[in-house]
C-alpha cells in the first residue's frame, strides 16, 4: 500500500494512493497514519480489505498539498557514511561502524514544501536517503530476518545538511542537520511488501533540472537489515520511528571547488525508484 497525508500543514488527513494512482480517503476508516496505525494488524487489515472492495471514496487531488506521510514520528536517527561511493567522493574512510546522529522530529516537512536556507548558510548541502518506518518495538534484534520483519515501509528522505555548520562548527554533526524544515519527508509511505529487496533501489536527485545523485542501494556499505538490527542494540525503536540510511555519491560536498551549495531559488526534485518523487524551491530563512 501507498499511505499518504494529505492537506494543509498541521490539518492533515490520512489517505491512500490506489494502483491505478487514484488518490482515495481512508478518513474514515483510521484517524491517522502513525506509529500506532503500523503496529495494528487489524488497522491495516481494514485499509487493505476496503481498498480490495473499492469503498474507499476518492479524493480531488487538485492544489491538495501532500504532507509527510507519517504523523507524530518519534524519533529520526540517522546513518552517515553509508555509500561506499560516497565514502569515495568525500576522501573519508568507510566506518567499520554504522555512524548515528539524529534529527529531531521537527524538522520533517512535506515532500514538496520549501526548504529554508538558514541564516548565515553558505554551505547548504542535498542528500536523497532511503528512509525505514519501524512498524514494530525493536530491543537487541539478533538477526537480519527479524530486523526486516519490524520495518513497516519505506519513503524518500531528503536530508538536507548544512555543511559548515556540520563539520565546521566544533561538536557533533547535528548543528548541521536540524535546521527547520531540513528533513522533506514522502510522498507516500510504501508498506514493505511493495518493496521486496530494499537493496535494489535506485536513487536520484537534481538541482535546477541538472542530474546530481544517480545512485542505488546496491551501494549502501551497511544494508536496511543490518542498519535496523545494529541500532536496536543501542536505543529501542518504536512504531512510527525513522531511520535515514545514508545518501549515495553525487553531494556538492564532494564536487571540485567552487562548490555548488543551494542558494535561495534553487529547486531541487529527488525520487526512489517506488517510494514515489520530491520537489522543493529553497528560500532564505
Known amino acids: 500500500m501507498k499511505l499518504l497525508r494529505v492537506g494543509t500543514a498541521g490539518a492533515e488527513r490520512p489517505a491512500l494512493l490506489d494502483a491505478e494512482g487514484t ?4 478518513s474514515g476508516i483510521v484517524p491517522e497514519i502513525d506509529g500506532a496505525l503500523l503496529a495494528d494488524g487489524a488497522a491495516l487489515g481494514r485499509i487493505r480489505a476496503a481498498t480490495e472492495a473499492g469503498e474507499l471514496p476518492a479524493l480531488d487531488a487538485t492544489g491538495l498539498r501532500i504532507g509527510p506521510p507519517l504523523a507524530r514520528i518519534g524519533k529520526v536517527v540517522c546513518i552517515g557514511l553509508n555509500y561506499h561511493d560516497h565514502a569515495r567522493e568525500t576522501g573519508a574512510e568507510p566506518p567499520a561502524e554504522p555512524v548515528i546522529f539524529f534529527k529531531a522530529a521537527d524538522t520533517v516537512v512535506g515532500p514538496n514544501d520549501t526548504v529554508l536556507v538558514p541564516r548565515g ?4 548541502d542535498w542528500e536523497v536517503e532511503l528512509a525505514i518506518v519501524i512498524g514494530r518495538t525493536a530491543r537487541y534484534l ?3 530476518e527479524e530486523a526486516l520483519a519490524h ?5 524518500v528522505s531528503h536530508d538536507v545538511s548544512e555543511r559548515e555548520f556540520q563539520i565546521e562548527r566544533g561538536g557533533t554533526w547535528d548543528k548541521g542537520k536540524n535546521c527547520e524544515t531540513f528533513n522533506p519527508f514522502g510522498p507516500w509511505l510504501v508498506t514493505a511488501d511493495e518493496v521486496p529487496d530494499p537493496q535494489n533501489l535506485s536513487l536520484k536527485l ?7 545523485q544517480d545512485g542505488t542501494t546496491a551501494e549502501q556499505i551497511f544494508p536496511v537489515a543490518e542498519v535496523v538490527r545494529y541500532v536496536s542494540h543501542f536505543m529501542t525503536l518504536y512504531p512510527g520511528d525513522v531511520i535515514n540510511t545514508g ?3 553525487g553531494v556538492a560536498l564532494g564536487q571540485p571547488d567552487p562548490k555548488p551549495f543551494l542558494r535561495s531559488g534553487d529547486v531541487v526534485e529527488l525520487e526512489i525508484e517506488g517510494l514515489g518523487r520530491q520537489r522543493q524551491e529553497l528560500k532564505d530563512a
Open 247 to 249: 545518501t549515495p555519491a
Open 206 to 212: 537534481w538541482v535546477n533540472g541538472e542530474l546530481k
Open 151 to 155: 520495518v513497516a515501509g519505506y519513503a
Open 121 to 124: 548558510s553558505t554551505k547548504t
Open 142 to 144: 539478533e538477526s537480519r
Open 23 to 26: 488518490l482515495r480517503d481512508l
